[in-house]
């Protein structure tokens, strides 16, 4: 099972990027999914996670501006970044909660993340 990040780039100040990141492999369930970012020499950090019943949460610096979404059909999760600023630059990371078998009594999930997609705001 992996994650793989799109979408990341340059943008200018006030701009917008749209991130993906799809699952794929032996896949049979997804629970909670999120965002993370690292900007050069922060840690990583939250940025928004969703659940399966699509309770979402965010990062007090992105709220209002970011969006997160999934698309189960798809084993997809989308970011929506508007308003993008300076201190937005970082690598992000995607997570996802995935079942790898079929249910079983104490069935667990593993964390898969992603090998992260750039995204650099300047002008």
């Known amino acids: 099972v992996q994650l793989q990040a799109s979408g990341g780039g340059l943008v200018q100040p006030g701009g917008s990027l749209r991130l993906s990141c799809l699952a794929s492999g032996r896949i049979f369930g997804i629970n909670d999914m999120g965002w993370y970012r690292q900007a050069p020499g922060k840690q990583r950090e939250l940025v928004a996670t969703?659940?399966?019943?699509?309770?979402?949460d965010y990062a007090d610096s992105v709220k209002g501006r970011f969006t997160i979404s999934r698309d189960d059909a798809k084993y997809t999760l989308y970011l929506q970044m508007n308003s993008l600023k300076p201190e937005d630059t970082a690598v992000y990371y995607c997570n996802a909660q995935i079942f790898t078998d079929q249910w079983y009594p104490g069935r667990e999930a593993q964390s898969i993340w992603g090998r992260g997609t750039l995204v650099t705001v300047s002008s």
């Open positions: 969703l659940t399966r019943g699509g309770l979402a």
